[in-house]
């Protein structure tokens, strides 16, 4: 099958030398993309596919300029969260079978999964992740990706409590930590993921060893709520199949890189310390983010993340230096919405006026983005055909995220802690928001056909910067 696009972002490569001043991007025009080291150009290159269209533009960019390579253990990577729109999914497939057939470069999809083990004589959960194919999971596809929120609520479940801004666990673990559990096992040149978790038929796990844990780490949650948040998580799998790389892409067999030999330990490889795997990493930032850009550089250059405390289980691996070549080339919303239009046929299928992106209804959109979703959410649907529709109560949905956060928020009477009624109001609940936050989903939701309510809601909370979104 043969793909045709236009305006591909001309992309040469230099093996070194300066980076011209940032230009205006002019299609047209060829650009050369610039190692900031020349030893980047042997080092692996791993393109973090967002599933949105700056980050597919520039995927193509990076295949149509020849610099991407299967041999180098080059790879693209999709952290799926359960919580895109499915247009997202189909988008996402596209493009994988676009790099795969076309470009002959691995493509993979994972997901964040729980497995249980025993740790210090305790049964216990464990954080790791799965290999999915680009189809829906079902009985018949049980290896299929998940989208009705699946991933996301056993995260929440996982770790007994919700995301907020400050603690971006969804990120942290569904993304950060995913891609590189995923790297450390890629990079070790291996045919296959080793199973994980025991071999029993049923979960291991029960509530006395549920509640005494909690409470030796320091948790006060009352036990029968406690239960009630875990019960999710103990309702998943309790390991993580044996799995074959060659079942999820074709082409993860033809790596041949001198530059990983040596690297591995106990089957694995590191991405820290001396004998970290070093690799060229690749985001869809474009040139009018400079705040997400000027974040990028500081990781690269003096890993802030660890460096003000940050968790090192989640923060930027040693080895990573990350390159944004649309920003490079000056690429602005506008030109990518331009690219997908002349493109039309491989575009993503959804309007490009609404923000469906990475998760539906992500809490930091801002209420502006959301009020704007739920408003035109029933209005773009109709317009697609039926399998890029939304189900009800699933993350594209605002009805999930209000349930999601009247199960997982922490409902301070039911805890049995003093609220200050005042700022608390008639709903104590802590939820994606913070208990002081003016805003909830339960709000949002029960706000969607009531229009003057929801424009009150739209002034209240500005979009904040999420490094998943594109
Ligand atoms: S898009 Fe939002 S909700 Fe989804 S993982 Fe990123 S920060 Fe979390």
């Known amino acids: 099958m043969k793909f045709e696009f236009v305006n591909i972002p001309q992309l040469g490569i230099a093996r070194g030398g300066r980076r011209a001043a940032k230009p205006q991007y002019n299609p047209e025009k060829r650009y050369v993309f610039h190692y900031d ?75 964040f999964q729980t497995y249980e083990d025993a740790v210090n004589g305790d049964w216990v959960r464990l954080p790791s992740y799965r290999l999915v194919n680009a189809r829906p999971y079902s009985d018949k596809n049980p290896d299929g990706y ?75 949650t009352p036990d029968n709520i406690l239960l009630q948040k875990t019960a999710y998580v103990r309702s998943r799998p309790t390991f993580r199949p044996h799995q074959e790389y060659a079942t999820f892409s074709e082409l993860s067999g033809k790596v041949n890189n001198s530059d990983l030999d040596g690297k591995q330990r106990g089957g694995r490889v590191a991405l820290e310390g001396d004998h970290c795997v070093d690799y060229a990493a690749f985001v869809g930032f474009r040139g009018d983010e400079p705040a997400r850009l000027a974040r990028m550089k ?37 030109d990518v919405f331009a690219f997908w239009r002349e493109n039309k046929k491989h575009d993503l299928r959804l309007p490009h006026q609404v923000n469906f992106s990475n998760c539906v209804f992500c809490f930091l959109k801002g209420s502006g983005n959301l009020v704007d979703n739920i408003a035109s959410r029933e209005k773009v ?30 409902d301070l009477r039911r805890e049995g802690r003093t609220i200050n009624s005042e700022t608390a109001g008639e709903n104590p ?42």
Not at 61 to 73: E, T
Not at 204 to 218: P, Y
């Open 37 to 111: 080291v020349r030893e980047h150009l042997i080092q692996p290159h791993v393109v973090k596919f967002s599933g949105g269209r700056s980050s597919g533009m520039l995927l193509l960019a990076l295949l149509n300029g020849g610099v991407l390579r299967a041999d180098r253990g080059d790879v693209v990577v999709f952290n799926n969260t359960s919580a895109e729109h499915p247009a997202t999914y189909d988008f996402a497939a596209r493009l994988k079978k676009i790099t795969e057939q076309e470009y002959g470069i691995p493509f993979f999809w994972t997901e």
């Open 381 to 410: 649907e109709k317009r697609l055909p039926k399998k890029f529709q939304s189900r009800p109560d699933t993350p594209a949905d605002i009805a999930w995220w209000a349930n999601i956060e009247q199960k997982y928020g922490r």
């Open 298 to 334: 500081a990781r690269n250059y003096d890993r802030v993340e660890l460096d003000n405390g940050g968790d090192p289980h989640i923060a930027a691996p040693e080895g990573e230096y990350v390159y944004a070549p649309l920003a490079d080339m000056g690429i602005t919303k506008e």
């Open 146 to 220: 998940h989208s009705g929120g699946e991933v996301f609520e056993e995260l929440i479940s996982w770790k007994k409590f919700l995301p907020n801004q400050f603690k971006r666990i969804c990120t942290a673990e569904m993304k950060l930590f995913v891609t590189k559990e995923f790297l450390r096992d890629w990079f070790a040149r291996k045919p296959s993921i080793d199973r994980l978790g025991h071999y029993y038929e049923h979960s291991m796990q029960d509530n006395e060893t549920i509640t005494r844990l909690h409470k030796r780490n320091g948790g006060a």
């Open 429 to 470: 609940i802590v939820g994606f928001w913070g208990m002081n936050g003016k805003l909830s989903y339960k709000q949002l939701a029960e706000s969607r056909c009531k229009p003057e309510k929801l424009s009150i809601i739209r002034e209240e909370n500005a979009a904040l910067p999420c490094d998943c979104t594109d």
